[in-house]
């Protein structure tokens, strides 16, 4: 079973102290009970599950929010201070006492319940069982208190140690942030190196690209030229060689006519051999006959010109006789 002890002041005698313990046994929608003692006098009561649901309908009010409202006014107290009002009258002689309870608004109040308490015989009980409920809370507060003392120093003692880790590590991390920085500045540097050396080979073979195209128009400027000079060359050949060959007829011609019209060459072996007739003997006629027929054939002689070169100009040095 569940209990709580609150404190409160009757609306009729704010002065006046009363101390209220509900208990229930698993929700409160399933009925409670209380107990109601100003340290002289005690009363008791209960309020069932069908009490509640009456209450609810005379309200109109849902069943789950009449039970929240019954929590906020009767237990949880602290935390809705002011918004409830309690109402305890009693008679002359104390031996009942009307409890009702009731929910404050802006333009007033209404009644969330009521019940009539009964007096307890032994209130000395009552007042003794309340302090010990107060002192068992007590108890159990202080122990959670140390428990969450004791939680509290172990967390502070993780913490220092975290922190002293944390403070390690970042140590650590600057020291491997100022290594990695060395390092890469190295990295760095080589790297420019590398870039400055390849933009360098880079610009050479640029130079080197335009000094060879340079060399190839140059090349082939003058293979041109040599061309359209061959083909010059080639031409005043052709005309040269031209008039050359129109005039190898005619001079032949004039070679031949000249060869005719000139007078005949006389052989001076036959003159010698005339001149020796007068004293050779009578047998040699016969000789000299056969050699003065040999004449004609000798005499028939025929012009061949010689393999002669397209650009020479002296052609009729170059002849001879077969």
Known sequence: MEK????IHPVSDPEATYFLQVSWEKDLGTGFGLLLSDCQCAWTGTVSEAD?????????????????????????QEESAGKYNFVISRDEQNKACHFSYERNLKDGSFRLGSLNLQEVPSPAEVVKELIG???????????SNEHLQRENERLFSNWSDVEKRLEKCVEAKEELEADLYR???????????????LQKLLSEAKEFAVDAKCARDSIATTEIAIKRENDYDAST?????NPVRAALPSALERRDSSLLGSPD????????????????????????AAYEAEQPAQEKRVLIPPQHNSKSLSVFSSYHYV
């Open 183 to 197: 390092r890469f500045v190295l990295v760095l540097n080589e790297k420019k190196a590398k870039i400055r050396n």
């Open 265 to 288: 060459i006389v052989d001076p072996a036959p003159r010698r051999k005339r001149r020796q007739r007068t004293a050779k003997p009578a047998g040699t006629g016969a000789k000299v």
């Open 52 to 76: 509640i649901s009456r209450e609810a309908a005379d309200i109109e009010m849902d069943r789950e929010k009449y039970v929240e409202e019954l929590r906020k006014a009767l237990i949880a």
């Open 133 to 143: 409920y107060c002192l068992d809370n007590l108890g159990k507060l202080q122990a």
């Open 4 to 7: 709580t002890l609150n404190r």
């Open 237 to 241: 050949d052709e005309e040269s060689e």
